[in-house]
């Protein structure tokens, strides 16, 4: 199963798009599956169903974070590399979806309210919108990230 599979199957099972998208990577940044669930779990939904920056967006964030992040005793210019890639995350996944906030994606759909989680599952948003958006940033992370590691020395 490759990481975009993955992540849909996680999302699938229940957990949010933020978990989905940062637990496809944790073999590839060590990072403890159940912690990382944890560390993600406010971020679904657009930051705890605020509809915000789309949650899988999110994950992606969190993803690069783990990789590329400023530790202590880094150099600033850790920083600066760490918001290059996530910009370009946000721009590339943009580009695919045309924004990366999620009210926009679920077309003000409003998911604090009851109202708002029935139209959810009524327009089947799930599948057509948060899967597609799942994908993609599993996607674009595997090209800006981790495509130089799977390239076989020459």
């Not at 964030?61 to 850790?78: C, F, S, T």
Request: glycine share 8%; charged share 30%; aromatic share 8%.
């Amino acid at each position: 199963m490759d990481k975009a599979e993955q992540a849909i199957a996680k999302f699938i099972s229940g957990y949010n798009c933020a978990q989905s998208v940062l637990f496809s990577f944790c073999d590839d940044l060590n990072l403890d599956k159940n912690k990382a669930l944890k560390i993600a779990c406010g971020f679904g939904a657009g930051m705890g169903r605020k509809e915000e920056v789309c949650g899988a967006v999110s994950g992606g964030i969190l993803v690069i974070g783990a990789k590329y992040g400023r530790g202590e005793n880094e150099d600033r210019k850790v920083t600066d590399n760490t918001y290059v890639k996530i910009r370009e995350l946000m721009n590339q996944f943009a580009q695919r979806h045309d924004t990366y906030i999620c009210r926009q994606l679920l077309n003000g759909c409003e998911l604090t309210t009851e109202e708002g989680q029935k139209k959810f599952k009524e327009s089947d948003y799930l599948n057509k919108v948060c899967k597609p958006c799942v994908k993609s940033v599993v996607e674009i992370l595997e090209k800006i990230c981790f495509a130089a590691e799977n390239i076989p020395p020459k």
